[in-house]
């Protein structure tokens, strides 16, 4: 199974330990599916830790490394300019870049889609449904 994680995602999994953000990347870093992610991706959820949680240059750097551990890191050859938030379209981009079976999210924009060519976009609790049934 293919899989994307929203900038919300791979933020909620680091900056509130214990939560089930962190369980489902956990199961990724199991290998129960296979991460996927991109350069621009990494850079949003980087700019959020720093702009909105304060977090200092080497723990993200170190949350950068992580990622890059566990998630396949695609290069997107197509733009899109679907939604107008534009964060939003890099991570469409990265799910068609990866065929990914699922977009996990907490954005109400994405959400709303329901899907984006192959990839079904689902919320987090529906996708740890998935992983655990």
Known sequence: MKVVFDTNIFISAFAIPGGRAEEA??????????LYSSVPILTET??????KFGW???????????????AIIVKPQ????LLSDEPDNRILECAE???ADFLVTGDK????????????I???SDFLKKLLE
């Open 25 to 34: 990347y956990l199961l990724g870093l199991r290998r129960r599916f296979t």
């Open 78 to 81: 197509s733009l899109h300019h």
């Open 109 to 120: 924009h994405l959400l709303s889609l329901e899907h984006f060519k192959n990839t079904d």
């Open 56 to 70: 200092e240059e080497n723990k993200i750097i170190q949350f950068l490394k992580t990622i890059r551990r566990v």
């Open 122 to 124: 689902i919320t987090l």
């Open 97 to 99: 870049e990866a065929k």
């Open 46 to 51: 980087a700019k959020k830790l720093r702009e």
